[in-house]
């Protein structure tokens, strides 16, 4: 394995563990729709950017199209929505665990969307994440609420990625990226208008530092490495390094934002990375080609 695609790697995941500590920050000066529309429009200007260095800025093929309006309106605009409100309500740490219970609605989507058999070890998988969920809805620390917003912010990305698997796009995912972050512009500008009449986002040193690393570090550079270092690495590598995203948002969490790190928390962590560990090696076993990484 590449050793610059390791550290590559490292750093990525490290970048995306940090998003959901720092949009806790610029949501000390903003409103979490308005906050969500304006990352999601810095991004397409970022995206935008290096696709166009790149040379393939060009309108969606006809076949592209299912991908962008998954990516766009499920994964990236519905995700943020939810996930940027839950984070008023419930900490950074256990708020991605709980964004990170993905493959566990790949499940029974697969199943009765796609006709996918789930075997023994992806039924004990879901088994352990719900008793995981279970453990982390805990109304002390986290409202009924907050944990919903992120179950289905959850299922959204998961939607999204059933989409992905049952399409054949033309173009590179990554390709597709100021297009997708576009469509989620769109999509977050008339909710935040409608569930935030009277709210922005203030322009402080909070919410601007937030806003430039989410919209041009944590977001766009972060996803087009995560697709670069996905090709050079085996996929088990990938699957289960991955799980080190939710591992570093709960550290930073801890030490920057002062959530408590109970024994409680601990448990329902372990469980849904054990559910996602079984997930994840159980899809990176078989000999198949790799896939894309898009907006996280």
Avoid: K
Avoid at 88 to 99: E, I, N, Q, S, Y
Wanted: proline letters at 7%; a positive charge; aromatic letters at 6%.
């Amino acid at each position: 394995m590449p050793r610059a695609a390791l550290i590559q790697f490292a750093l990525v995941v490290a970048i995306f563990g940090a998003a959901a500590p720092v949009i806790q920050v610029g949501l000390v000066d903003a409103t979490p729709t308005w906050f969500a529309f304006w990352r999601a429009l810095l991004s397409t200007a970022t995206t935008a950017a290096l696709v166009g260095w790149r040379g393939g800025l060009s309108v969606p093929a006809r076949a592209d199209v299912p991908v962008v309006l998954a990516v766009g309106v499920c994964q990236i605009g519905v995700f943020f929505a939810l996930l940027h409100l839950a984070l008023t309500l419930v900490p950074a740490g256990r708020a991605t665990l709980l964004a990170y219970t993905t493959q566990l609605w790949l499940v029974p989507i697969s199943a009765f969307a796609l006709g996918e058999r789930p075997g023994p070890r992806r039924l004990v998988a879901v088994v352990l994440g719900l008793v995981g969920i279970m453990v982390l809805a805990d109304p002390a620390a986290a409202p009924v609420a907050g944990v919903l917003l992120l179950l289905a912010a959850s299922l959204s990305w998961a939607v999204a990625i059933a989409v992905l698997r049952a399409t054949r796009p033309a173009a590179p995912l990554v390709m597709l990226l100021p297009w997708q972050f576009a469509l989620a512009a769109v999509v977050l500008l008339p909710a935040a208008a409608v569930l935030e009449p009277a709210g922005g986002v203030t322009l402080t040193a909070h919410s601007l530092t937030a806003l430039a690393f989410l919209g041009v570090v944590g977001g766009p550079l972060a996803t087009w490495a995560a697709n670069s270092v996905s090709r050079a690495l085996p996929a088990l590598v990938t699957s289960i390094g991955f799980l080190g995203v939710p591992l570093v948002s709960l550290a930073l969490s801890a030490l920057f934002l002062g959530e408590a790190v109970t024994l409680r928390l601990v448990l329902g962590a372990g469980l849904i990375l054990a559910a996602l560990v079984v997930l994840a090696v159980r899809r990176a076993l078989p000999a198949a080609p790799g896939s894309g990484i898009t907006g996280r």
